[in-house]
């Protein structure tokens, strides 16, 4: 419900709501009217019935809204009529009567009353005219607003020269209102001599009654000023003061701006006693003495609870510390939870580590009780803690862990203080000044020590540190040390110190350091409790100081290696070590594709100390899929892309292992298939290797201790596939008779299949450049280019659907839905491309990346072969423009040119190809094409410039 | 405006995360259209409450055709899934992540990079400070290939006494500097040219400097004239190219032994950059072509 009846205000049964209740007021009336309305039709009908003229019963009847109705037409009587309408005259009249009594409850408005007592402004009384406006002050709060537009108002109509009372009221009115604000300054001089507009005398009285009544105890304050305003009312009803007094409420509403020196006494309970030193350290703790200087330029008293908090009695208890930490200094170390700052000397001696948050030796109930206290207390929360028992003074820095506790509880502050951040404070008397210097210290102690999480919350206003100065002391953990003023002197040793040695020096320190803060995390604790890899962490983390972890790098890489789940997040940065590289995650083919080379490298010389080795190079393209053992006249064997899942490594592995267990059981042959990227025999743990099919090259060496194995002879083994029509690598093996080589094999399928390829035979098609073996070159050149084209042609229809497609998409094309579409395109390309070159091009990478020995992007095998086969492409249609000089030289300035024009011109070179296709060509050379129709006799289109300003809206 | 066409980079003044990207032939009539000093015009989306006025921070021009600044326009409009931007480089994946400043200069010079901008040796000219921090950050690490000129001019010329300021807000007159230098480059290669042909006469015989044969002013030919000073060597617009290819094909082969790149460089049909045959000093492609068609309307 709304507010009470407010006495003496208007009509005491008058109740002022809000205008939402109001608005449910008016749903409500119109939900009655709805159903009176309703009632009322079913009293028609009776009264229809009752007065109603007989009837023929035979044509007349009620019909709908209770009209006479004869077969559907309405027939009445003028005299019904007539009757009906007077009826409904005197209802409608009722309705307004009883409307306007329903209109006129007891509760009421605030703004219905107002307008009908106040809405004439300047036609009444000037006593109204205050009235309202203090009303119209109270209601909307905003005083000085309202002030200035009634001072408008008046000065307008004081412009327009009205009475002269009226202008001499108004001119006082904004005298008032200048003097008003002026009042401020003196409280007790303020308006309570000026009458209080808010209340007529007769309300004023009949509110002191009601209070009286209700609050026979009032205190004397309240008394007092009830009094006075009566008093004031009583002596100001003849002053005129339009905008004068805001009354009780708005005095008491808004803070004054200004306080005087008495009313700050009284408000913060200020002695008279402060230091000096308080004041030069930069806090806030104001004395009454301070008040009396000039209140604006130092301190400014309106301030924050903080602040204020720094200055009472809270403070003038407690023997504040000089060295209050407040807020932004950098990082601090933390506040050991642990209470070993405790205070005695054998705390400080502590070096062990110490547990977070436990129960330590020494403390008391009180602080375990402190510490949760603590985690609680931020910057902004100033709780206002009982110190009076707590604050001791110390002789030494010994402090007692209640005291520390509860005084860092205090977060006392300065005006300058970063809300965000906590202080501490502790409680030292007789050395607060070295304390001071001591936390300054330790805030220019690179909190890097810290972990980052801490250093944010630490801050320590640099400007309330006063520099370090000799005596700056650090509480060091020796007991031997005495708490005095020569016993901290770390100083040095804490700045200079890296992060690790920090760390340690930690150990000492920080157990006794009283500075510490309170939400702090003891890093300490965390270090030495925690795991190496941990530390490492620490080592690693960005924001610490580098260089530091020399001692733990090793522990890092032993980390790395161990793959521990305690660092299994840590991300293992640039290490290193090689084995580091290893469990890199993807985009690593590179670097294991070098260091599997480098260790198969090391290993093929290890083993050569004992085996003769002969090595093969093969290079191929295309995808290893399957090996076949048998031997078998042409082609067949095939490898399969190792690197697609690491079990296929492993069988891979075992394949080989098999195999070199064979080997060395029957021949003692040492066969190791060296592939560029990945080593088979070497790395059991690298299954981080990724994706790629990037065979290019296999190296294959043989290593053999003996000679009885006439079968390696120089005629060797395998190798490579010359383009293959499918997908598939084709290894054909050249003659001999080599029996096994250890290729891993996966199938098109995914299943991997250990097959040994074998090393025999046959004629192999013609590729160019092998390494070492002229038999092999010669062997291969023999073919003939007819025979392969024939073949693939053949190879293609003779391909599955599966194959044509991943053909196409190794040769970068888009693939279709059916087949014979498939075919048409790959029958096409391959008239475009040669595929001789197509294995050019592969070699001719890889022997760049040979010869340059320098880091590069192993390109997959699908990348090389798609390369290769749009750069034939792209340069037979660039072969073919240049042909065409009119369409070059447009070209050449940029014209825009036709797709269709060009497209035309590639069919009738016979070169077809996908529009896609033709589309990323001129995409890469530039060519600006439109499918606009507008082509001149060129079949260039025109130019569309300039003429008309052609902006592209968004 | 001959020829002259750009795609622009809007701020709001008010609400300086908000960006607008558009093109047009005239900078300063469109950037009054934005601020709704000329109500014909469109610029719908920056009509809305709140955001105006606003002002251009960053021109890209030379555009050799209205159609390829508005595929530039329109693929830094879309960098999601534009197909200038391949997918590896991709700095926006989606539409809501393009809006950041650092996204979308990344996008620029993402699109700047493409091969297919590349041709065009775009310039960029920036007008405001902020931004051009923004590019020197250069949040998305991509690093713009060296035939973009970037020029700059962060003078905010506010000219008090100019009863023309027609909206608060807006660097008209930051514009209006830009063309001036703008025309100034222009005019100078204008004069150059009527320079040299003014001192020649009917007799005189024109030959091309690479093809060695005669150059007749008069014919459909393009010619191209070194656009230094203190050169006036005339060649085939053609010549030049074929010229220019053969150099760069020669360097690109040159290079590939120790190219690190595997990727083949297929043959270009546009030159990008090269010599000049007489001066020796750097030319560029699309400023040459520029110039001829200037030579063109001259005669």
């Known amino acids: 419900m709304g507010e009470e009846e407010e006495c003496g205000i208007g009509d005491k049964n008058e109740l002022y709501i809000s205008t939402q209740f109001q608005s449910k007021l008016d749903e409500w009336e119109a939900e009655d009217d709805v159903k009176l309305k309703l009632q009322k039709f079913k009293n028609d009908d009776d009264y229809q019935e009752k007065n109603s003229v007989p009837i023929n019963s035979n ?114 009115a904004v005298d008032d209102d200048d003097d008003d604000e002026e009042e401020y300054d003196d409280y007790e001089d303020q308006d309570l001599d000026n009458s209080v507009v808010l209340y007529k005398e007769n309300e004023w009285f009949d509110i002191i009654k009601s209070i009286n009544l209700k609050f026979p105890n009032l205190s004397k304050a309240s008394k007092l000023t009830l009094s006075k305003i009566t008093t004031s009312l009583t002596n100001n009803e003849e002053k005129l003061n339009l905008a004068s007094s805001d009354g009780i409420w708005n005095i008491a509403a808004n803070p004054p701006v200004k306080l005087t020196k008495d009313e700050l006494t009284w408000l913060y309970d ?135 506790n509860k005084s860092q509880l205090e977060t006392i502050g300065s005006s300058k203080k970063d809300p965000i951040t906590l202080d501490t404070s502790l409680v030292v008397t007789n050395n607060e000044e070295k304390l001071r210097q001591q936390n300054n210290d330790r805030m220019e102690d690179p909190c890097s020590s810290m972990p980052d999480r801490i250093s944010s919350k630490i801050q320590v206003p640099k400007s309330f540190v006063e520099p370090a100065s000799s005596d700056m002391n650090l509480i060091e953990s020796t007991s031997a040390k005495s708490p005095t003023n020569s016993s901290l002197n770390n100083h040095e040793i804490v700045t200079s110190s890296p992060v690790f040695s920090q760390l340690k020096f930690k150990k000492k320190n920080e157990l006794e350091n009283p500075n510490r803060f309170i939400n702090q995390v003891e890093p300490e604790n965390t270090n030495i409790v925690v795991l190496s890899s941990q530390e490492s962490d620490y080592g690693h983390s960005i924001n610490q100081l580098p260089g530091s972890f020399n001692e733990n790098e090793n522990e890092n890489e032993e980390v790395a290696e161990i793959d521990e789940p305690a660092t299994g997040s840590h991300v293992l940065t640039h290490k290193n070590s090689q084995e580091d590289t290893v469990y890199s995650t993807a985009n690593s083919d590179f670097f294991d594709s070098i260091k599997l080379q480098e260790e198969s490298s090391n290993l093929n010389e290890n083993r050569k100390r004992k085996k003769v080795t002969e090595t093969t190079r093969v290079e191929f393209k295309g995808k290893l899929k399957s090996l076949i053992k048998e031997p078998q006249e042409n082609v067949t064997v095939m490898f399969k892309n190792r690197k697609r899942k690491s079990s296929h490594r492993s069988e891979t592995n075992n394949s080989n292992n098999d195999n070199e267990q064979t080997k060395f059981s029957t021949t003692t042959k040492l066969i190791e298939v060296k592939k560029r990227k990945y080593d088979l025999d070497e790395i059991a743990n690298s299954s981080e290797d990724e994706e790629g099919e990037d065979i290019s090259v296999i190296e294959i060496t043989k290593v053999f201790e003996e000679t009885n194995h006439n079968d390696n002879s120089d005629d060797d083994n395998i190798i490579q596939v010359p383009s293959s029509q499918k997908s598939e690598i084709v290894f054909l093996s050249i003659a001999d008779k080599d029996p096994h080589e250890n290729v891993q094999s996966k199938n098109d399928s995914g299943k991997s299949k250990d097959e040994i390829y074998s090393t025999n035979n046959t004629a192999i098609e013609s590729s160019n450049n092998y390494t070492n073996q002229d038999n092999v070159n010669q062997q291969l050149n023999n073919t003939d280019d007819e025979e392969e084209e024939e073949e693939y042609e053949e190879n293609f229809e003779s391909l599955s659907t599966q194959d044509l497609r991943t053909k196409l998409n190794s040769w970068g094309l888009k693939t279709s839905k059916s087949r014979a579409k498939m075919l048409e395109t790959l029958k096409e390309t391959s008239k475009l491309i040669d595929q001789s070159q197509l294995s050019q091009f592969q070699q001719n990478n890889n022997k760049n990346t040979e010869s340059s020995q320098l880091p590069s992007l192993p390109l997959s095998q699908q990348e090389n072969s798609q390369l290769s086969v749009k750069g034939q492409i792209f340069d037979k249609i660039t072969d073919l423009v240049m042909k065409n000089e009119s369409l070059h030289l447009d070209i050449l300035m940029f014209k825009p040119i036709s797709l269709k024009y060009f497209q035309k011109l590639l069919a009738d070179a016979n070169i077809n190809i996908d529009i896609s296709l033709v589309k990323k060509y001129l995409d890469e050379q530039g060519i600006v094409a439109t499918e606009n129709e507008s082509v001149n006799k060129e079949g260039v289109e025109i130019d569309n410039d300039n003429d008309i300003p052609d902006d592209n809206s968004d | 405006m001959n020829n002259f066409y750009c795609c622009y980079l809007l701020q709001s003044i008010e609400k300086p995360k908000s960006f607008y990207i558009g093109s047009t032939p005239d900078p300063i009539r469109r950037l009054r259209q934005h601020n709704g000093d000329l109500k014909q015009g469109g610029a719908f989306k920056t009509s809305k409450k709140g955001f105006r006025p606003w002002k251009i921070v960053l021109i890209i021009y030379g ?98 006494e100019n009863s023309q300021e027609f909206i608060k807000g807006g660097n008209y007159n930051q514009l209006k500097e830009f063309f001036k230098s703008y025309n100034d480059n222009k005019n100078f290669y204008i004069e150059k040219i009527e320079k040299i042909f003014s001192s020649l006469s009917i007799n005189t015989k024109l030959i091309c400097q ?90």
């Open chain 1, 59 to 172: 044509s007349m009847r009620r019909g709908v809204y209770g009209r006479l109705e004869l077969g559907g037409t309405v027939v009445m009587d003028s005299r019904q009529r007539k009757e009906e309408e007077e009826e409904k005259k005197k209802k409608k009249k009722k309705k307004k009567n009883s409307e306007k009594q329903r209109k006129r409850p007891k509760i009421k408005s605030i703004t219905s009353h107002v307008t009908s007592n106040y809405s004439n402004f300047f036609n009444k009384s000037p006593e109204t005219a205050k009235r309202q406006i203090s009303i119209l002050k109270l209601l909307s709060g905003r005083k000085r607003k309202v002030n200035d537009i009634i001072r408008r108002i008046q000065a307008i109509e004081g412009d327009s020269g009205d009475s002269g009372a009226e202008g001499r009221d108004r001119k006082s």
């Open chain 2, 210 to 299: 690479i093809c060695i044969q005669h150059l007749d002013i008069n014919a459909n030919l393009l010619i191209n004239i070194c656009y230094h000073e203190n050169c006036e060597s005339i060649c085939h617009l053609k010549c030049l190219a074929l010229f220019f290819l053969k150099t760069n094909n020669n360097n690109n082969n040159n290079n590939n032994n120790n190219n690190l790149n595997h990727k083949k460089e297929f043959k270009n049909l546009i030159p990008i950059c090269g010599n000049c045959v007489t001066c020796g000093k750097f030319l560029l492609w699309s400023i040459i072509v520029s110039n001829s068609k200037i030579i063109k309307e001259c005669f």
């Open chain 1, 270 to 404: 200020l002695d008279d006693y402060k230091n000096s030193d308080d004041f030069s350290n930069g806090k806030v703790c104001f004395n009454s003495s301070q008040l009396s200087n000039d209140d604006s330029e130092q301190l400014p008293f309106l301030m924050t609870l903080s602040q204020v908090l720094s200055g009472t009695d809270y403070g003038n208890k407690i023997t504040k510390p000089d060295w209050e930490i407040s807020d932004s200094s950098p990082e601090l170390s933390p506040l050991p939870m642990d209470n070993t700052i405790v205070t005695e000397d054998k705390q400080l001696s502590r070096t062990e580590p110490q547990v977070k948050n436990n129960t330590i030796p020494n403390s008391n109930k009180s602080s375990s009780s402190i510490i949760a206290d603590f985690s609680n207390v931020d910057g902004n929360d100033n709780k206002n803690r009982d110190t009076d028992d707590e604050i001791e003074e110390i002789s030494k820095y010994k402090f007692k862990l209640s005291q520390r």
């Open chain 2, 63 to 160: 555009f050799p055709s209205k159609i390829s600044a508005l595929m530039f326009e329109h693929a830094w409009q879309h960098p999601y899934q534009t197909r200038h931007i391949s997918k590896d480089l991709k700095i926006s994946k989606n539409k809501q992540t393009h809006y950041s400043i650092h996204n979308r200069l990344g996008n620029l010079k993402l699109l700047l990079n493409s091969n297919f901008f590349l041709k065009m040796s775009l310039k960029l000219f920036l007008f405001d400070k902020k931004i051009y921090e923004n590019w020197c950050l250069n949040k998305a690490c991509i690093n713009i290939k060296d035939n973009i000129m970037i020029n700059s001019n962060f003078q905010n010329f506010q000219d008090s």
